[in-house]
């Protein structure tokens, strides 16, 4: 069996070919390990291990009662999920109360094992950085791999000593927008400082920092990938949002996007969309969903419509 690798932004997908007859479907013989081509039965592959668990569970509590490992290792965590933590019930392991002095040892064994998990000013610096870190990936709704890559946005910053004397929440928000950015998530500097305790001019300096001294990588922001969620939010029928996208993927062949906003040509490309699709919306409505102002759109308006040779009806 060969495995040819092809990218696909900045993941790796591997695609399996049978050595015999080119094939690419397969089944596998659980009982005995194989893994067996379906087109003309060659054993690609035996004896393969089975990672998963030996047992079964059908309710939440039988899952939890038989497990016997951690969840598994996350940057988002200060110690990456690796410490162990001393339950803070006093029971023992059959599940009875802890009494007196007992409980009073247990007390300060908990509290010594705590502080023996915190190994210096970084480890505590990212364990406040990581708490913030969720807080804000929960109110962005920011999905759980985004939120790996910024987790390991923020560490190499801390790493480089971008974060010392200067605001820990801005790195931390700056972190999430250029995490967004790789992973092609529509967040503007505007929606992520809303949420943030930092103020937006803090959050540009962060993210201009890291973009300098942490040797990252960030594809520019795309008019393109912020159509799909203003049309949500405008309500717009998927044939609008359609002729929205071709409009925008024209503006770019032609050079029109150089150097605009991307929320102004997204938000300018709707607008057009809607009056040839008789789906319109009026610009303070598109103006409040993509953050820019209405003076913005009508201008964006005018360059898409002289570029393209957009004929719009009176």
């Not at 569970?57 to 996350?74: D, V």
Request: aromatic share 4%.
């Amino acid at each position: 069996m060969t495995i040819s690798e092809r990218r696909k932004g900045t993941h790796k997908i591997e695609k399996k070919t049978c050595l015999s007859c080119g094939g690419e479907s397969f089944t596998e013989d659980q009982p005995r390990g194989d893994n067996i081509c379906t087109s003309c039965g060659l054993v690609v592959s035996d004896h393969t291990f089975d990672n998963g668990p030996e047992w079964r569970a059908f309710t939440a509590e039988e899952k939890q009662s038989r497990e016997r490992t951690g969840g598994p290792m996350s940057l988002t965590i200060a110690d990456k999920g690796l410490s162990t933590a001393i339950d803070w019930r006093d029971k023992d392991a059959a599940g009875r109360s802890i009494t007196g002095k007992s409980r009073a040892a247990i007390y300060r064994m908990r509290k010594w094992h705590f502080r023996s998990r915190v190994q210096g000013p970084d480890h505590r610096n990212l364990i406040s950085a990581m708490s913030e870190m969720r807080r804000l990936a929960s109110q962005l709704a920011v999905p759980r791999d985004t939120r790996e890559t910024a987790a390991l946005i923020y560490r190499k910053a801390l790493k480089k000593r971008l974060v010392r004397g200067r605001s820990t929440d801005a790195f931390v928000a700056a972190s999430i927008y250029l995490a967004c950015r790789i992973h092609r998530i529509p967040r503007s500097l505007e929606e992520v400082s809303t949420e943030s305790k930092a103020t937006r001019k803090k959050l540009g300096q962060s993210v201009r920092l890291v973009l300098s001294q942490a040797n990252i990588r960030v594809p520019l922001p795309s008019a393109r990938d912020l159509i799909p969620r203003l049309s949500s939010d405008l309500r717009l029928r998927g044939e609008t949002t359609r002729k929205a996208i071709e409009i925008v993927v024209e503006a770019q062949e032609k050079g029109t996007t150089i150097g605009k906003g991307p929320g102004g040509i997204a938000g300018a490309a709707l607008y057009i969309a809607g009056i040839l699709e008789e789906d319109r919306r009026t610009q303070r409505d598109i103006s409040r969903v993509s953050r820019v102002t209405e003076v913005t759109i009508r201008n964006r308006y005018k360059d898409l419509v002289c570029s393209l040779g957009i004929s719009i009806g009176t």
